[in-house]
């Protein structure tokens, strides 16, 4: 049959999914015919903004020339009658739509001003925590949601679809009825030595470049990991391990080198890249044996590459090693100042000296870091969130930012914001780029984003500027301008950007205090 897939998204958000690239493969696979419909390319819709641009005008990453982008940026307004012209030419039988929870409301907007809409079928993370939800507030946009993970539900929907036959008993299946809602269990996590190859051939050229460290780069994801072995209660990620141990099943999986090798050898062939990005939650969540066998697999293709690990995970074997085989930069997740609010709230138990050490290590390799921060946690107060400023200011990093705290569908901290009457239930989360949604008494959203956008200022700039850098914080014509001279000036003389050797003005952390 012919399926087309959907995938709602903002302009900037280059990264490729994954999943769509296991799916097109897999529908292939089985005879079907496939399209797809990427929404990465319209620039401004649905009021979004260039989120990687943002982050280079926020100071969290650097500039860059977006020029390729450019060549193939296609204008908001056209997406619904493109969407329209596909649809008519293709004429598929099921649009299948994979989205995160705040892509949801792009994804359905755009729908819903489509004639002659075939069935849809919505999967991801967000329909897999709230399915119900998800059908319900479409207004009778979504048919059907698929929860957990689709490389065999997928296919196997559109063989029964094809076939007309019943979907009653298909595992993850989400449909209203009548007298209510058909909802199954959840099928079971595939075997990493089931996944397949994935297939990018369906995105458009530009949507194999992104910026990184101020360069374009031709980058491909790579899988290892499937889960994490981590419980920070504001991530989806640990509640995927709890919804399938409900199940009985195992969520959290490490590929064998052997398949990631072919992964490898397939991109290189198929699509030339210049880098390779390592999506997994954290890269290092391996035992010493498959991470040796990794570094001397990867040797033959020592393509630069980024990952994302905890501190937790840091030793200086094992990044001595990886830059040799050419770690180019690492994400770190930091997300919190205050030990003892990060361990009670986030559910992240390590000492904020450990945390220094580990970075330490890294950054005297002569590896980038960035470091991300999450700022409006559930009960967090402004005095709490300096102390996250503070801890940023030991830290050599070479990009650095702090996101809003988003509360997620399926989350704990989700949970906790409903409980205070932070966040009303059944509100959607939102891009963690955007102002905080939660309305606490002891800090208000005005202050969280003044404080935020004011956050790699605080950082990075000395101490005796920070009464200007106060100033800035204000949301009003004078704050932004004085936002506006403190962020060229940061941007000129104090972010380091790779320049380890630097003496600066960095500050002391006052653990007393977190102690208290
Ligand atoms: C790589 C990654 C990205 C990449 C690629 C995004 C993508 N959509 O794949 C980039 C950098 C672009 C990205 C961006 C964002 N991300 Co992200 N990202 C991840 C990460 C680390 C891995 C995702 C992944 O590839 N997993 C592996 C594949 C195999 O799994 P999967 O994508 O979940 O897909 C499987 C199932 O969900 C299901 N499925 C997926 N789609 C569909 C569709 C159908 C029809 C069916 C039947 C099944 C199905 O089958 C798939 C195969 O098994 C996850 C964390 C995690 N571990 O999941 C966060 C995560 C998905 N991201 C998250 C968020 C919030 C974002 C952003 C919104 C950030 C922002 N700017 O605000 C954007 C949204 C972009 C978008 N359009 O989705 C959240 C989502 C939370 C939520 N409840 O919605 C996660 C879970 C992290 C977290 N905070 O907990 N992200
Ligand atoms: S380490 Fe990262 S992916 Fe793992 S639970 Fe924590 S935030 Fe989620």
Known sequence: MKVLLYYPNLYGMNMLPPSIGFFTHLLKKEGHDVKLFDTTVYEGL???????????DNLNARPFDDSILQDYVKDSSDAVSDFQALLDSFQPELIAMSCTEDMYPVGVNLLAQLNNRPAVLAGGVFPTFA???????????????????????????????????SLDDLSGLVMKTKDGFIDNPLPAPISMDDQVLPDYSL?????????????????????????????????????????????????????????VYNEIKYLMDNYQPDSFYFWADTFLAWSRREFDQFCDMYEEFKLPFWIQTRA??????????????????VAFGLEHGNEKFRERVLDRKIANRKIIERFKTVTDLGIPISVNNIMGFPTETRELAFDTI??????????VNAYTFTPFHGTPLRDMSEELGFFEKDKLARCINKPTLLNMPQWTQEEIEGLRRCFVLYVKMPKNR???????????????????TLKQECLENFMHYGDYEKEDDIGTVDFEREAR
């Open 203 to 259: 995105f458009e050229e530009s949507r194999f470049y992104r910026p990184m460290q101020g360069k374009m780069r031709r980058m491909f994801p790579v899988t290892t990991i499937r889960g994490c072995p981590y419980t920070c209660a504001y991530c989806n990620s640990p509640s995927q391990i709890q919804i399938h141990k409900i199940e009985g099943m195992k969520f959290l999986r490490n590929a064998k080198i052997d398949a």
């Open 466 to 484: 920070w009464p200007e850098i106060r100033n800035a914080e204000a949301l009003t014509p004078e704050g932004d301008a004085i936002w506006e």
């Open 131 to 165: 399915a119900e939800l998800a059908i319900t507030m479409s207004n009778g946009v979504i048919d059907y949601v698929l929860k957990g993970e689709g490389d065999k539900t997928l296919p196997e929907i559109c063989n029964r679809l094809e076939k007309k036959q």
């Open 312 to 329: 937790e995970t840091v030793t200086e074997y094992k990044f001595k090693r990886l830059k040799e085989i050419g770690l180019l930069r």
């Open 46 to 56: 649905d009021g979004s903004i260039n989120t990687d641009q943002q982050k280079a």
């Open 390 to 399: 503070e801890l940023n200011r030991q830290i050599r990093s070479d990009g």
